[in-house]
């Protein structure tokens, strides 16, 4: 299986998946004019299109996609999602024929209330809630649903590699910077980050291994996180530790 992340829009990735026979399956199709262009250029044939949550820079171009080549859609439960061919809830199993693979169907709610993730392939496109160095913002759920997404999410196999939907990793390691500067794991990846960024290469895919020992928000039970917000005055919760990090990453602008 060939996994590759197509820039989109202002800083989105849409997944792009395909096996040697020219099967292909894509997540979160903010356009689909990249889309066409990539299956063009590489003579692939659309067989899905899976969706992890409503907002329109992940789902604008489904519509044209199913469409044009008539494939199934699937997506959260969720009436704002109307291009759903196939809605999916927590625990489902979305079996392809072409290419052969299988997701499991994780429910995350935090960003939205109805945000999936779909794992399988030893890949986990997980859109707007985790990643790499952040997670995303509260738009609809509670800082509690969101650790709770968090911490499944953490809970996958190491090696599993993250997919998420945006290019925000150097503005996030200069976050995570504030939090844990003395991380000798996190100065490493900031390194990489760096290196990737200034030849304007994605700096996703990451092993969860990597997200687990860098990402703040995945660290919220280290004794780092804990004494940052014991400075500051904060409950020792872990969920009021959660908030406050996405508090603070919501105000900071360095």
């Given amino acids: 299986m060939h996994l590759i992340p197509l820039p989109a829009l202002a800083d989105n990735y849409i997944w792009l998946m395909h096996d040697d026979d020219g099967n292909a399956v894509v997540v979160d199709p903010g356009d689909a004019t990249v889309v066409?262009?990539?299956?063009?250029?590489?003579q692939l044939r659309l067989r899905a299109i899976l969706l992890t949550h409503h907002h329109p820079d992940h789902i604008?171009?489904?519509?044209?996609?199913?469409?044009?080549?008539?494939?199934?859609?699937?997506?959260?439960?969720?009436?704002?999602i109307d291009e759903a061919t196939e809605q999916v809830r927590d625990g489902d199993l979305i079996n392809l024929a072409s290419p052969q693979t299988r997701f499991e169907v994780i429910a995350i709610p935090g960003h939205t209330l109805s945000h999936v993730a779909f794992v399988g392939a030893g890949l986990l496109f997980c859109g707007?809630?985790?990643?790499?160095?952040?997670?995303?913002?509260l738009f609809e759920g509670s800082p509690a649903q969101m650790l709770t997404s968090l911490d499944r999410l953490s809970r996958l196999p190491?090696?599993?590699?993250?997919?998420?939907?945006?290019?925000?990793?150097?503005?996030?390691?200069r976050f995570a910077r504030t939090i844990e500067p003395g991380n000798p794991e996190l100065q490493k990846r900031l390194q990489e980050v760096a290196n990737l960024r200034a030849q304007r290469l994605a700096t996703l895919p990451v092993a969860l291994t990597v997200e687990?020992?860098?990402?703040?928000?995945?660290?919220?039970?280290?004794?780092?996180?804990?004494?940052w917000c014991t400075q500051r005055g904060i409950d020792t919760d872990r969920v009021t530790r959660f908030a406050a990090l996405r508090e603070a990453k919501n105000g900071f602008s360095g």
């Fill in 60 to 80: 604008g171009g489904a519509a044209a996609l199913r469409m044009q080549h008539g494939v199934p859609v699937y997506a959260p439960v969720d009436e704002r």
């Fill in 212 to 227: 687990l020992a860098t990402n703040p928000f995945l660290r919220v039970d280290s004794k780092v996180v804990a004494a």
């Fill in 36 to 42: 066409e262009r990539a299956l063009a250029a590489r």
């Fill in 158 to 173: 190491p090696e599993t590699l993250v997919c998420a939907g945006h290019e925000y990793t150097e503005a996030n390691g």
């Fill in 128 to 137: 707007d809630t985790l990643f790499s160095l952040g997670c995303g913002r």
